[in-house]
């Protein structure tokens, strides 16, 4: 079975920064892209970054300047660096990764539990 355990959430006042971690493990063969996303009380989930296994980087407009995200594929773990956070930033975050088990299986996507993530005006 495949996990993605997310760490580094929190509460912080505005303009604070925050680093959050997401560790895949279990019967991996391949990962492929792996992202964070957030969805926030009374939204829809919303893409926040996301990286190719090349290091290739997006990311929504609002965190562009202000996030990044980076990986270490050794370790099938990837981070978000949040930085000049912002109260509308408030949001349970969430690590999505595109994994093969198997050489010959079908690339699918795994998602972490979540993690709080909280800023204070």
């Known amino acids: 079975q495949v996990q993605l355990v997310e760490s580094g959430g929190g509460f912080v006042q505005a303009g604070g920064s925050l680093r959050l971690s997401c560790a895949a493990s279990?019967?991996?063969?391949?990962?492929?892209?792996m992202a964070w996303y957030r969805q926030a009380p009374g939204k829809q989930r919303e893409l926040v970054a996301s990286?190719?296994?090349?290091?290739?980087?997006n990311y929504a407009d609002p965190e562009k300047g202000r996030f990044t995200i980076s990986r270490d594929n050794a370790k099938n773990t990837v981070f978000l660096q949040m930085n000049s956070l912002k109260p509308e930033d408030t949001a349970v975050y969430y690590c999505?990764?595109?994994?093969?088990?198997?050489?010959?299986?079908?690339?699918?996507?795994?998602w972490g539990q979540g993690t709080q993530v909280t800023v204070s005006a």
């Open positions: 279990g019967l991996i063969f391949s990962v492929y892209d």
């Open positions: 999505s990764a595109e994994i093969k088990v198997t050489r010959f299986s079908s690339i699918m996507d795994y």
């Open positions: 990286i190719t296994g090349s290091l290739s980087t």
